[in-house]
């Protein structure tokens, strides 16, 4: 609140609202918002073990530590925070990039069972508050998401991890094994987001990857292998997705994908999720295609990021990916946390087929829809063609059970079917290719 507020609300003079703060040092801080010329007053929040005004650190991609600005923990649930870029800023709860940073799926899970040993936070994740994240946060998250590390005491630890060495190429599944073993049977990982079981790891050959695993054999392998072939169709049609490659040792299958928020060992590159972003700004969460569009009338990314993510959109609708919601989409951000690109695709896969529990659902055929990506014809050709490949891919690998590969042939019908009167008017283009 302002000064004059402070004393509306009391009751109380000038130089009585003056004396009251200096006698309350400890308790009350002043801070300017951007764009606001009063300063304003606010009590501050006591956490264990978390000081209510913490340092923010911003890794560059050559991974060096700058001082990015402070964040205050603020009584009532708010926070305060003052960058360098950004200026001061007041959230009504976590910012985005803290949000964005907190423990999230799988992992998630598996970091509140380990961390609540030693802090004061429930073992389930779903029973976390603002606050239980915030001790996390700055005590305990030297690696999570994109480029930010919140507070002295995970800055300590992160320093600390960049003394581990990478694991070598003749290491690495025996490790990828070990840590498969340990994430199911003591539940540790790391705070990437996503039910899927995985973990993270740091190699000598590509750096830092996260890695799910399935039972060789099982649907949840299958859907592996099609992740890592959807991903490696889409660049290898010119649509950025995240580098991948699947394993198989000692009976279970590996997805080994390429962090893009990390550069060599130890750089890191901003990015944030639609879920946070949109959460903060908008709060509507309804698809990919009305977020980008909201995103482009608030002048926050060009029509061609737009249109970026339209064609993933509908590459997902082409594919069966029935689980396209906002933490599966991001957006990469400039040195001053303005966002300039979509973020390489990720989790992206035929989830149509997806195991439930110990239930595989019928192999039947995919039912793309418009949804609100609209009648963009560029956009669905260029999904149709990444589509058609994945398909034909998918219908031709021999790791692949015969009934998968069956309904991968249906789907390429299905696929042309759907997508033909939506680019029926762009062939003939220059460039394009005839539809039959």
């Not at 094994?177 to 050959?205: R, W």
């Amino acid at each position: 609140m302002s000064s004059e507020a402070l004393q509306k609300a009391l009751d109380i003079s000038q130089p009585t609202l003056s004396r009251t703060i200096q006698n309350n040092a400890q308790e009350v801080i002043a801070f300017r918002v951007s764009g606001v010329r009063t300063p304003q007053y606010g009590l501050l929040r006591h956490l264990p073990k978390v000081p209510s005004a913490q340092n923010l650190y911003r890794i560059t991609e050559l991974g060096d530590v700058e001082e990015s600005g402070t964040f205050m923990l603020l009584s009532g649930g708010g926070t305060y925070v003052n960058t360098k870029h950004g200026g001061g800023r007041l959230y009504v709860g976590l910012p985005p990039a803290m949000t964005f940073a907190a423990p999230a799926g799988f992992m998630g899970q598996a970091i509140a069972a380990e961390v609540s040993k030693r802090l004061d936070v429930p073992p389930s994740l779903g029973n976390w508050s603002d606050d239980h994240q915030v001790m996390y946060l700055a005590t305990s998250a030297p690696d999570a998401p994109g480029n930010y590390v919140f507070g002295n005491v995970s800055l300590a630890s992160m320093m600390e991890q960049r003394k581990l060495k990478p694991v070598s190429k003749m290491e690495k599944l025996a490790q990828y094994v070990k840590h498969a073993n340990s994430a199911t049977q003591l539940g540790f990982g790391s705070s990437a987001g996503g039910e899927q079981p995985k973990f993270t790891c740091e190699l000598d050959e590509i750096g830092h990857v996260i890695v799910k695993f399935a039972k060789t054999g099982s649907r949840t392998a299958e859907l592996l292998l099609m992740e890592h072939l959807a991903l490696s169709t889409l660049n290898d049609c010119a649509l950025s997705a995240a580098k991948s490659e699947c394993l198989e040792h000692g009976g279970i299958t590996f997805l080994e994908v390429q962090r893009f928020d990390r550069m060599g060992r130890f750089g890191r590159r901003g990015m944030i999720s639609a879920g946070s972003l949109d959460d903060e700004l908008f709060a509507c969460r309804d698809s990919w295609s009305e977020f980008a569009v909201r995103c482009l009338e608030a002048r926050m990314i060009t029509p061609a990021v737009a249109d970026q993510i339209h064609t993933m959109a509908a590459y997902g609708s082409l594919i069966g990916n029935t689980d396209m919601h906002f933490e599966n989409i991001a957006l990469m951000l400039d040195e001053a946390e303005s966002p300039v690109a979509m973020a390489p695709a990720y989790d992206m896969l035929p989830m149509q087929y997806a195991s439930v529990g110990t239930m595989d659902p019928p192999l039947v055929p995919i039912a793309p829809a418009l949804g609100s990506i609209g009648g963009r014809s560029v956009v669905w050709r260029h999904a149709f063609e990444a589509a058609s490949i994945f398909w034909g891919r998918v219908a031709k690998a021999p790791a692949l059970s015969e009934a998968m590969r069956a309904v991968a042939m249906e789907n390429m019908g299905v696929v042309r079917q759907f997508v033909a009167p939506l680019i029926a008017a762009t062939q003939g283009e220059k460039g394009t290719e005839p539809f039959i």
